[in-house]
Every structure is written in C-alpha cells, then in structure tokens.
C-alpha cells in the first residue's frame, strides 16, 4: 500500500469531488 502519500491527498479529492 502507498502509505507515503500524505492523508491531505485523499482529503482534497474528497473535497474536490
């Protein structure tokens, strides 16, 4: 699993979404 991308990434696709 990718756990070095930063939580903040999924956040702002979620946001974006």
């Known amino acids: 699993m ?5 939580k903040q990434k ?3 696709e979620l ?3």
């Open 2 to 6: 990718h756990i070095s991308v930063p």
């Open 10 to 12: 999924l956040i702002g």
């Open 15 to 17: 946001m974006s979404s």
